[in-house]
Structure formats: C-alpha cells, structure tokens
C-alpha cells in the first residue's frame, strides 16, 4: 500500500468537514508526541471552528485528509485547545527549530515537515525540509534546501542536563500498556504525576486500564477534570465505566459531559448495568456487519491495529441499525471459519448460530462458564428484544474474577485460585 504524505504548511487552512458535507472549521496546526527512537507521532489537529476558538480534533477522528480537505468522522469536542505536557505544535513550535544533521555535515533550520500515513493507518513525522545557512553574502540570498528524514538530524541538548519528564516518556514508548503501568506505580508520587502529565492522552489511558481502580482515581483526580475526561474519552468504554462507577454521583455527571458525546453515550449505556453482570463486563464497540457484507469486508475491519485481538476474533451479524444497540442479532461469524470461505462469500451464509448469545443480566459467572464450554474469546449480549448491545470479552471476565490485587502479584502462588461460582 502506497504511503500518503502531506506537508503541514500546506495542510494548515484546509477545511475540515463531517461526513455529511458540513463544514465544521480550518486546519491550523498539527499536533505531535515524541518518541524514544521513532520519529514523533502525530495525534491530532488544532481546528479553528466559528467563533475563532481553536480546539483538539483527535487523529483518530480523521477518516481522510484529500487536496484541500479534511474529514471527520462528526462530531468534535467544543472545548478550547489546550497543550497537553509532551505534546508539541508542528507550526507554532517545530518550524523554526535548528537541528543537526547526524553525518556531522552541520545544521539546518526545519522549514516544513511532512507528515505520512503508514500501513497500520497511524500519522508520522516523515520527510523534513531544511533549509541550510546561506553560502553568500548577498543580503537577498537563501541557504540551500534539502529534505532529510528525523532519523537524520538531533536537536541540540545542554550537557550534563537531568532527564526531563518528557524525556522518561521518550524512554516508555516502547513498554506495552501492562508494563508501563507497573513502571508509573514505581515511581514516588510526584515523578508520577510529573511523567502523567506528559504522556499523552491515549497512552496514559492504555496504561490506566491496567492499574487498579484506586490508582486509576487517584491519577486522574490530580491531572483535573478536563485531562481526565480527555483520558476516559481514550479509555475503552467498560473500563472508563469502571472508573467512572467508583467516584460520586456529582462527580461523575460532571466529567460526562466533559468527554466526547459520542464516547459519553456509550459510558453512560454501560453505566446502568451491574458491575458483576454482562452489561457491566461488556464493550459497547463489537464488530457489527450485515448478512449482505463479505468475508472481505469483515476482515478489513478486523485487521485494524487498534482492535483488541479479542474483539477481533469474531464479527456479529445483525439486522439495521449496525451500531449498538443494533437490529436484531442474527448470529456470529468467527474469524477462523471466515478464511475458510473465499472473499466474497456473504457472511448470512456463514453465520454460527449454535452458540447462543447472553442476556445483559447474566452473572459473570455464567458468561465464564459459556466460554469455557464453547472454547469462546467473546460472546454476544442481548437485550430483552433479542438486539446488540455488546460484547463480552475472556478479558473483561479474568479481570473481574481475578482477585482484586492480582496486578501486583509477581508470580503464580500455589494457594490462589479464581471462584467461578461454578459447583465444585
């Protein structure tokens, strides 16, 4: 797949619109994080909407960026922009700097940056172009230009300096989300907070849904309540529920309506289930496709990078409407028998009908009990009109059956053991 590049100089003015055509305001800049040994990686737009207020447009709300034009996948945060610690403005902050290419060949200053699409469908920093120190005396002349790749060139750093809480996320950005969050809860209270707050929204939020609820509040209870409603907008619906569950009524209904609408909606549906039923274990974001749509199309969907592995091991096939709470579930198509049938093939031919789908109010218990019988990753939760409403995942069940302190537990211990509630 060929890679899409696009220079932020030239990116800066173009409209941004919705799905429906509407214009909702101007590219003004582009938002950056740094890391470790990769180029930085771009996780959002600055949009200017009426009323000349700048705000956030996450990266991942981009579907996409086309001569001229951006789109959205709809609605956006109203809040005003904000630079979060780590973050860094392609325009306002990136241009301008002087770097040193890495072949000792001298120094440049960066006049544009290209940014580019990779296969996975994440935006980096890719080509950089540089102009160099003039070579005349002329008062008119330039220096001349070159583009070079961020592998290429350093920025300048004052000998001897303490590493700086952006340079120790540099360092994390390889950890997965479990080890970073066992990382953070290392260190003393306030290197904690410091590193929190230069993380950026998404990572913070991976490594959150691997603490305990306890540190979870606490982090986010010191970082305010706009990061913390920008971090639960990243969080995975059931476990931004989970967190949001702990704190009080008031508290709750206030970082609500700070969060995205659409992510808010999705909490707020999970929010009216048990924590010990399938309501309260399930995602509210399954793969949902209709009986027309083919083995292609499906595994397009569940290719995506971001999904987690076992959401993707299977899609779930339902009358309209396909978003939860959907039309009437019709049945399951799994990953495995799918590359069985040829790309083509109507999943309604295919479907897995001999596994029934839980009821919202099933206990944890029994949702355990059908995976393990049926050898499942995931399974279906219905409503009382047989629709849609989500998924529950083997993950979501060991995270609730496990004891509560089994994240600091260093290994196996001959006595534990899990109570499925099952006769013994």
């Known amino acids: ?55 956030f447009l996450s ?7 086309a001569t001229g034009q951006v789109i959205t996948t709809g609605l956006i945060n109203v809040r005003r922009f ?46 950089l172009f540089l ?17 070079a790749s961020w592998s290429d060139v350093r920025e300048e750093q004052s000998p001897g300096q303490a590493q700086s809480a952006e340079q120790l996320v540099a360092t994390y950005s390889e950890l997965k989300p479990a080890d970073l969050a066992n990382t ?13 707050e230069e993380l950026s929204d998404e990572r913070l939020a991976d490594a959150l849904e691997e603490m305990p609820e306890d540190d979870q509040i606490h982090i986010l209870g010191a970082l305010g309540d706009e990061r913390a409603a920008d971090i639960l907008d990243q969080m995975e619906p059931d476990d931004a529920a989970d967190v949001l569950a702990q704190l009080s009524e008031d508290q709750r209904e206030e970082l609500l309506e700070l969060m995205e609408p659409e992510e808010a909606e999705d909490v707020r549906a999970l929010l009216q289930y048990g924590p ?15 009986a027309d749509a083919t083995v292609a199309e499906a595994l397009a969907l569940i290719r995506r990078h971001e999904l987690h592995p076992a959401l993707a091991a299977a899609v779930f096939v339902t009358l309209p409407p396909y978003e939860t709470p959907t039309g009437r579930l019709l049945g399951t198509v799994h990953f495995q028998r ?3 049938y040829p790309p083509h093939e109507r999943l309604g031919a295919i479907i897995d009908d001999t596994v029934d789908a839980v009821p919202v ?24 009109a047989h629709r849609l409403v989500g998924a529950v995942s083997i993950d979501d069940v060991l995270d609730y059956l496990l004891p509560e302190d089994w994240r600091s537990h260093d290994g196996d211990e001959a006595s534990a053991h899990v109570d499925t509630g099952a006769p013994r």
């Open 82 to 127: 904000q630079p979060r610690g780590g973050e860094v403005r392609v325009m306002a902050e990136l241009l301008g700097r002087k770097v040193y290419f890495r072949d000792g060949s001298g120094h440049a200053v960066i006049e544009d940056v290209a940014i580019e699409r990779n296969r996975l469908g994440d935006w980096d920093v890719g080509q």
């Open 131 to 147: 102009r160099k120190p003039k070579t005349s005396a002329t008062p008119f002349a330039k220096g001349p230009t070159t583009f």
């Open 184 to 196: 953070l809860l290392d260190l003393p209270e306030e290197r904690l907070l410091e590193v929190a």
């Open 338 to 340: 799918m590359l069985r």
């Open 1 to 55: 797949m060929s890679t899409q590049r696009v220079f932020v100089a030239r990116l800066a003015g173009c409209t941004v619109f919705d799905p429906a055509g509407d214009r909702l305001g101007k590219v003004r800049d582009v938002v950056v994080i740094y890391r470790k040994d990769d180029p930085p990686r771009v996780v959002g737009l600055v949009v200017e909407i009426p009323g000349r207020r700048n705000v």
């Open 59 to 65: 990266i991942g709300r981009v579907t996409s960026i």
């Open 276 to 290: 010990d039923t399938a309501g309260g274990l399930m995602t509210s974001e399954p793969i949902v496709l209709s």
């Open 361 to 384: 109010t099933a206990t944890a218990a029994e949702v355990a009990r059908l995976l393990a019988s049926y050898n499942l990753v995931s399974v279906a939760v219905i409503d009382a």
